[in-house]
Nanobody
Framework: QVQLVESGGDSVQPGGSLRLSCAAS????????MAWFRQAPGQHREGVAA???????TYEDSVEGRFTISIDKAKNTMYLEMSSLAPEDTAMYYC??????????????????????WGQGTQVTVSS
C-alpha cells in the first residue's frame, strides 16, 4: 500500500515561489506514474504535471514554463517547484501515484489515469 503525504503549501504574493513535496512510502515497483493535481473552490480537479518512471514529464498549458516537476528517488519524494505564481494558481494541490503500470512512457491521457493512491492535499493561496 502506497502512502503519500504532501507538504509545502503556503500563502504567497503574486510573483512568488513555492516548492511542494510529496513523500511516498510503501512503493515497491520500479515502474510508476506520479502527478500533481489541483482543485480550486467550485472548480473541477485538474492535472497540473506528471512524471513517469522513464523520466518523461509533462505540464498543463497554464503552468508550462513556471512549474517544474521532479523526483528524488533516494528520498522517495516528488516535488513541484512553482514560480511566478498568480492568483489563479490558488487551489488545494494533491499528489497522486500508481505503480506496476508497465508504462513505457507518460501517456497523453495521464490526467484521466485512475490513480489509486492520493495524498491529503496541501493548500496554496496566492493573493496580495
Amino acid at each position: 500500500q502506497v502512502q503519500l503525504v504532501e507538504s509545502g503549501g503556503d500563502s504567497v504574493q503574486p510573483g512568488g515561489s513555492l516548492r511542494l513535496s510529496c513523500a511516498a512510502s510503501g512503493a515497491t515497483d520500479t515502474t510508476y506514474i506520479m502527478a500533481w493535481f489541483r482543485q480550486a473552490p467550485g472548480q473541477h480537479r485538474e492535472g497540473v504535471a506528471a512524471i513517469c518512471s522513464d523520466g518523461s514529464m509533462t505540464y498543463e498549458d497554464s503552468v508550462e514554463g513556471r512549474f517544474t516537476i521532479s523526483i528524488d528517488k533516494a528520498k522517495n519524494t516528488m516535488y513541484l517547484e512553482m514560480s511566478s505564481l498568480a492568483p489563479e494558481d490558488t487551489a488545494m494541490y494533491y499528489c497522486a501515484a500508481d505503480e506496476g503500470t508497465r508504462l513505457i512512457t507518460l501517456p497523453t491521457y495521464w490526467s484521466k489515469w485512475r490513480f489509486p493512491y492520493w495524498g491529503q492535499g496541501t493548500q496554496v493561496t496566492v493573493s496580495s
